[in-house]
């Protein structure tokens, strides 16, 4: 079992930045793929970026790619996702997530737990 707990989340401008955050606690988050999906209201959950359980290998959505990244650190068992230049369609909640496996995961379904999400807002 991990429990995923999201931070960072809040309001910015339109071209800001933000850092989110997520701790894991329980068994081997080493050995799990992490990933950020984000759903707007109205709209269904969609991926965002992923980063497999090592940290050497990443994949982003082609919206995001080149504005966020995500990194993560095994010892303080915390993943996260650097946003920049962020824009209003943006806005929604965040949410980490574990996946079933080691290697990177870009789907809701391959994902084994779900922490609650932290909202951002991007005032245009």
């Known amino acids: 079992q991990v429990q995923l707990v999201e931070s960072g989340g809040g309001l910015v401008q339109a071209g800001g930045s933000l850092r989110l955050s997520c701790a894991a606690s329980g068994r081997s988050f080493s050995a799990y793929a992490m990933g950020w999906f984000r759903q707007a209201p109205g709209k269904e959950r969609e991926f965002v970026a992923t980063i497999n359980w090592s940290g050497d290998a990443t994949y982003y959505s082609d919206s995001v790619k080149g504005r966020f990244t995500v990194s993560r650190d095994n010892v303080q068992n915390s993943v996260y996702l650097q946003m920049n230049s962020l824009n209003p369609e943006e806005t929604g909640v965040y949410y980490c997530?574990?996946?079933?496996?080691?290697?990177?995961?870009?789907?809701?379904?391959?994902?084994?737990?779900w922490g609650k999400g932290t909202l951002v807002t991007v005032s245009s």
């Open positions: 997530a574990a996946s079933k496996f080691p290697t990177y995961a870009t789907t809701v379904g391959a994902m084994a737990y």
